[in-house]
């Protein structure tokens, strides 16, 4: 079976700390992604990564940055967490950009709350 | 970037079958029809994709219209674990793979 996981189901954190969350897949994906989902905006790509140390920014990289050290691990970064980060954030994978019928498999996701 | 337009919500009772549609007039050659799902508390799941012929899997049927500027997911048996909210996305072909969720139509399944 296929697994994308992410380090931690609920995450509570204070403004300006650096919070990373993880995600790992199984699956020799070529492609990972992170969203995040609020209430009324539905999900939305921050970043997304097609190759080891490569990135690429999505809808909404402000604020976030990424790390994809190793194949199957890509990592979110908020270097100063702030109050409007308090979202779900899912991790995604998909095996590669050149077919466009990949499917992508995503994480349970993260929620994480920045008091 | 590329649109669809869906339906907020639509009502289904259990064993029936269900059609939602999705609108995307500004599809281009090369893009294809994605549906994801996403129940309660979950991350989204694929549920079918198509470029031009209609397809079916064992989650569902996608039937794409000829001139591909619509699509529906069809549902052939409701149950009550279809309860969710199911999103249609284009993919584009020169973007790499990347999705862009709309607001998707919640489903709500009546027993």
């Known amino acids: 079976d296929v697994k994308v996981t992410q380090s931690s189901r609920y995450l509570v954190k204070r403004t300006g700390e650096k919070v990373f969350l993880e995600c790992v897949q199984d699956?020799?994906?070529?492609?990972m992604f992170w969203y995040r989902q609020d209430p009324g905006l539905g999900l939305r790509l921050i970043y997304f990564?097609?190759?080891?140390?490569?990135?690429e920014k999505g809808d909404i990289p402000e604020g976030y940055s990424v790390s994809r050290e190793k194949k199957e691990r890509f990592s979110l970064i908020l270097e100063s967490a702030s109050t409007n980060q308090t979202s779900m954030y899912l991790c995604?994978?998909?095996?590669?950009?050149?077919?466009?019928?990949?499917?992508?498999?995503f994480g349970p996701g993260t929620r994480l709350t920045v008091l | 970037d590329a649109k669809t337009t869906q339906p907020n919500s639509m009502e289904s009772n259990e064993e029936e079958p269900v059609h939602l549609p999705c609108n995307h007039s500004?599809?281009?050659?090369?893009?294809?029809i994605h549906w994801y799902r996403q129940l309660p508390s979950q991350g989204p799941e694929y549920v079918i994709h198509?470029?031009?012929s209609n397809v079916n899997n064992r989650m569902a049927s996608l039937a794409i219209a000829e001139d591909r500027k619509s699509s529906t997911l069809i549902l052939h048996r409701a149950t009550l674990r279809d309860a969710a909210v199911y999103y249609c996305?284009?993919?584009?072909?020169?973007?790499?793979?990347?999705?862009?969720f709309g607001q998707g139509t919640e489903l709500s399944v009546k027993p």
């Open positions: 995604a994978s998909s095996l590669s950009f050149r077919e466009g019928s990949n499917e992508q498999f």
């Open positions: 699956m020799d994906h070529e492609n």
């Open positions: 990564s097609y190759d080891v140390k490569m990135k």
């Open positions: 500004t599809i281009s050659g090369t893009d294809y």
């Open positions: 198509g470029l031009t």
């Open positions: 996305i284009l993919l584009i072909y020169n973007q790499g793979g990347k999705l862009i």
